[in-house]
């Protein structure tokens, strides 16, 4: 693990930030089908989750570099956790759309910034492993979205 004390919040809060955003992405996914029955549902949802990403990557970028990096991720957080508040009373399937919109752009700013402020927090010596276990956790996260082939 690295032994920087200003990384490890960074990364904790990256875990769960990571956990969070799967278990959005599986509570939208249930609540789209259960809502619809529809699997072409579903894929309506994927789009939304990748149309704001294309629209807002190139932007992301240029914001990270000129504002402050604290403020980015405070933004993008503040605004997917209103978001994810906002599934506690489902208004239909546009509401889910919407909201998946709006955690994917986001995600557009958060995770580059989360990425940017590594080598802010640690030594040079320490960034391969920050970098590592930075990837690591999201990989791990991320993986419980898909089932296990094992049967």
Known sequence: MVRS???????????????????????????VFELTGRGLAVAGLVAAEVVPVLLLGPVAGVVIDRFSRKRVLIGADLLRAALVLALLSPQG???????????????????????????????????????????????????????????
């Open 5 to 31: 004390r200003s990384y490890f919040p960074l990364w904790l809060g990256q875990l769960f930030s990571a956990f969070g955003d799967t278990l959005h992405y599986i509570a939208l996914v249930v609540l």
């Open 93 to 151: 399937i546009w509401h889910a759309y919407v909201v998946a919109a709006g955690l994917a752009a986001g995600n557009t700013f958060f995770n580059p910034t989360v990425q940017a402020v590594i080598p802010a927090l640690t030594s040079e010596e320490q960034r391969l492993a920050a970098n590592s276990v930075a990837w690591s956790t999201g990989r791990l996260v991320r993986s419980w979205r898909r089932p296990s082939r094992a049967a």
